[in-house]
């Protein structure tokens, strides 16, 4: 069975998969046409449409309202997404540090100086 | 119980400037990371606990000889309005402060946490859907980037080790494998929460200098630390070559842009390329610093001396709670 985080995953995968807005409808229809079929075949709307309104209050999905039934389409690509998140994990703030641990901090100019004068010697 | 109160006020001074700028200074803690990161919890507790001890014995003085007989006495006055014609107006003033100090201590403490796990958990939601497992490291992600990162986001059984795909493609196997290592050594040894109190401590006495100071001190031990575990199964020339080759690919000027095409505008790469030459003070020299003792490696303290500094700060950490009574011992 597969969890909300995974449907979420999916659903996202087949939003920046279309640049064209989709229905909740049309969202289940292709999770259950998916070659894999592991997203489980008999997928209620319902559960696509809580999916749906998860992603939306994560800000990555959007709703046109001015049609019925509702379509929704991704908010950024997943690249944006991607650079967003490593921007995040790239800036340094002090407070940051506290979040997650980089394998290398800050390099300042002098120090990559000397990182590629070590590469070259070796 | 005047004298105790002076002696753990001059104690909170000492540790809150003498020793910690000598300790920041000191070039032994690279020898001995793990030592001197002990030594750093026992100031940062110890000058705590001072802090707030002067006060309050300073405080509680008229109520009684010692903390055992003011302390109900002092409850007396709160709860039975027992009478306080003894207590001065500075003696409720230092009690307020000690007590205010401590629950903006704590306060601070609970309310970094939640932070540091707000942004955690979004930070894994955006994984969840941005990143997919590495083939053959269990709880690894990878994410689809051109810049070299690799880092970890602690959050017990859900802790993740993430790399970009650009950092797969500039190291070897070996390289990539000390990369691996030094960031589960941070996850395993369960760095996270050192740098949780430590950036709460800063958070909370921002305008003491040495907060600042151990804070820096800190996330760089750590990483020295984390380098260590990595050797014991990698040799040092893999893991300097790992570190320089991240070091020299994370700026922008050496490799594309990550965020120019992505971001449009390329204000984002702007930013990025900002933070990686600026570095904070405190972190400025992290990558010298590790660079320079897996080259020439250091002889690691002799056993008088690692027992020294480890009695130092198990004697920091006793010596203030026994103050606080000791009084009323020897009466």
Same mark, same amino acid.
């Given at each position: 069975?597969?969890?909300? $985080? ?31 079929? #592991? ?11 809580? *999916? ?8 990555? @999905? ?33 407070? /940051? ?9 800050? @390099? ?12 070259? /010697?070796? | ?67 055992? =007989? ?6 007396? *006055?709160?709860?039975? =309005? ?5 207590? &001065? ?46 083939? =053959? ?18 959050? %017990? ?44 401590? /800063? ?43 991240? &070091? ?19 204000? $984002? &790469? ?12 405190? #972190?400025? %020299? ?25 009695? @130092? ?19």
């Amino acid at each position: 069975m597969a969890t909300l $985080g995974d449907l979420e995953r999916t659903v996202m995968d087949l939003l920046w998969a279309t640049p064209a807005a989709l229905t909740a409808n049309e969202l289940r229809d292709s999770i259950a046409a998916a070659p894999s079929g #592991e997203t489980g075949r008999e997928l209620a709307v319902t559960t696509v449409l809580t *999916v749906l309104s998860r992603l939306e209050k994560k800000g990555l @999905v959007e709703r046109e309202r001015n049609s019925r039934p509702h379509r929704y389409r991704s908010v950024t690509s997943r690249e944006d997404h991607t650079a967003e998140l490593m921007h995040e994990v790239l800036v340094t703030a002090p407070d /940051r540090e506290a979040v997650l641990a980089r394998f290398l901090g800050s @390099v300042s100019e002098a120090e990559a100086e000397t990182l590629r004068k070590l590469l070259g /010697r070796s | 119980m005047f004298w105790a109160s002076y002696v753990l006020a001059a104690l909170a001074v000492v540790l809150a400037w003498p020793a910690p700028i000598a300790l920041s200074r000191a070039a032994w803690p690279a020898r001995a990371p793990f030592t001197a990161m002990v030594l750093w919890q026992s100031i940062a507790l110890a000058g705590g606990l001072s802090m707030i001890g002067a006060l309050l014995l300073w405080g509680l003085e008229p109520l009684g000889e010692s903390l055992t =007989d003011a302390v109900p006495a002092f409850l007396g *006055v709160l709860l039975r =309005d027992d009478s306080a014609q003894e207590l &001065g107006v500075v003696h409720v003033f230092a009690i307020s402060a000690a007590s205010l100090l401590l629950a903006h201590l704590l306060f601070t403490l609970a309310l970094t946490f939640m932070r540091i796990r707000r942004q955690r958990n979004r930070h894994r939601d955006m994984l969840a859907l941005l990143g997919s497992p590495a083939t =053959d490291q269990p709880s690894t992600l990878v994410i689809k980037h051109p810049s070299p990162v690799a880092y970890c986001l602690p959050g %017990g059984a859900h802790s993740v080790t993430v790399m970009s795909d650009g950092l797969m493609d500039l190291l070897t196997r070996a390289e990539l494998d000390a990369v691996l290592r030094h960031e589960n050594a941070h996850l395993h040894q369960r760095h996270h929460l050192l740098l949780w109190a430590f950036a709460a401590w /800063r958070s909370a006495l921002p305008w003491l200098p040495t907060s600042r100071l151990a804070q820096g001190a800190v996330s760089e031990l750590i990483e020295m630390l984390a380098d260590d575990e990595a050797l014991r199964r990698v040799d040092e020339s893999t893991l300097v070559r790992a570190i320089a080759i991240v &070091g020299s690919g994370a700026l922008p000027d050496t490799s594309a842009d990550p965020l120019d095409d992505a971001d449009g505008a390329g204000t $984002g &790469g702007a930013r990025v390329r900002a933070g990686v030459s600026g570095g904070g003070p405190a #972190e400025s %020299g992290t990558t010298t610093h590790r660079l320079r003792r897996l080259l020439t490696p250091l002889r690691p303290l002799n056993r008088l001396q690692q027992t020294a500094a480890l009695s @130092v700060a198990g004697l920091l950490v006793v010596v203030p709670p026994v103050l606080l009574v000791a009084p009323g011992l020897i009466r």
